[in-house]
């Protein structure tokens, strides 16, 4: 739940975009489930569906039969902004869990396989070096050492 919290405060660009693109094809369905399933069960607890639900800010709202608008009052639908907050918590836990964190597992999993190879590839090199650097050493002592001949013919010494 905290990657989840994380993902809807972060406000990166890209995942927002992934959500919208995602979330755009899911809008149906989550509509269907909001309205199909979620506000009825709200309404086996209160009187109506979730969208029916509002509130009177001044004084007792009087709906019009014919028109069904209000010609008293201001009627506040708070019950549409929660279905609609509920819609878009289930689109954004679909997205999140469907898209966004199984590909942060594959790209944190490609990049521990990349900083694998790159340890083997420095090991690889480390070695080669170590090699080279016997080698080196091997030579020299045959030589006689850094101090043995002259340079001019190595490994033979002044007698010649």
């Known amino acids: 739940m905290e990657g989840f919290k994380a993902f809807l405060m972060r406000g990166n660009v890209i995942d927002l975009a992934v959500a919208v693109v995602i979330g755009a094809a899911f809008t149906q369905i989550v509509n269907s489930i909001v309205k199909g399933v979620i506000n009825p069960l709200v309404g086996a607890f209160g009187t109506k569906d979730l969208e029916g639900y509002s509130s009177c800010l001044k004084g007792p709202c009087v709906t019009d039969p014919k028109t069904g608008e209000v010609t008293e009052g201001i009627r506040i639908l ?69 101090a043995g001949g002259t340079g001019e013919n190595p490994g033979r010494g002044h007698d010649q």
């Open 78 to 146: 708070w019950g549409s902004v929660l279905s609609a907050t509920l819609s878009f918590l289930i689109t954004a836990a679909v997205v999140y869990f469907l898209v966004v964190l199984p590909m942060a597992k594959y790209l944190a999993k490609r990049a521990a396989m990349q900083a694998a190879k790159e340890g083997v590839q420095e090991t690889l090199e480390v070695s080669e070096l170590e090699v080279l650097k016997e080698i080196r050493d091997a030579l020299v002592s045959q030589r006689g050492g850094p």
